[in-house]
């Protein structure tokens, strides 16, 4: 009931929500699974290492010697050599990385080289280096001369065709084209 009367009360509007902004337009920052979390904002100079994950949002300057997975999030500045056993990269890196498994994202700025077993790169990303595959431990024991060779034939390529001077051109009206008529 209202105080000036007639209206019934209507109840009150449960409190506004915000709606979410999209999922790629916010940085996940999620740190669940995280040993080790450098938060936005934080600058740090120096030498880490660590057998946990790892996971960079601010500014790092030094090295990383790191035994489990590093995640250089979309605000990390990073100036560092990193070495780790996995590296997933979505903010800036100068300096070197090496690891098992490297995903670069959209949003990963690389200038160094890049050394992995595997690489994973999304489009958008950058890079200024160069890429190495290095061999998996596994595949140090294969064995490529024991593979049979293919047995395509081999063939000689196409003669060229030589040029015809006597052709008219494709868009030159011939004596036997007949799409146009007299006007």
């Known amino acids: 009931m209202s105080f000036f009367g007639g209206r019934k009360s209507q109840p009150a509007p449960a409190a506004t929500e915000f709606p979410q902004a999209p999922a ?4 996940a920052r999620q740190t669940a699974g995280f040993d080790t979390v450098l938060g936005p904002g934080t ?4 030498d880490l290492k660590s057998q946990g994950n790892v996971r960079l949002d601010g500014t790092f300057e030094g090295t990383l010697e790191i035994d489990g997975n590093v995640l250089v999030g979309e605000t990390a500045k990073i100036t560092a050599d990193i070495n780790a056993k996995n ?37 958008g990303a950058f890079i ?30 196409p003669p060229s065709e030589p040029p015809a001077e006597d052709k008219p051109a494709e868009d030159e009206p011939t004596e036997t084209d007949t799409s146009e008529e007299p006007a």
Not at 24 to 27: G, I, R, T, Y
Not at 132 to 150: K, Y
């Open 24 to 27: 790629a337009a916010q940085p």
């Open 43 to 46: 600058t740090l100079k120096g």
């Open 87 to 123: 590296v997933s990269v979505a903010g800036a890196v100068r300096g070197n990385v090496s690891g098992k498994k490297i995903q670069l994202l959209r949003t990963a700025r690389v200038w160094g080289d890049i050394s992995a077993t595997a690489i994973s790169t999304e489009e």
């Open 128 to 157: 200024d280096g160069k890429i190495a595959m290095v061999t998996h431990d596994a595949g140090q024991d294969f064995d490529a001369s024991a593979l049979p060779l293919p047995d395509l034939p081999i063939s000689e390529p």
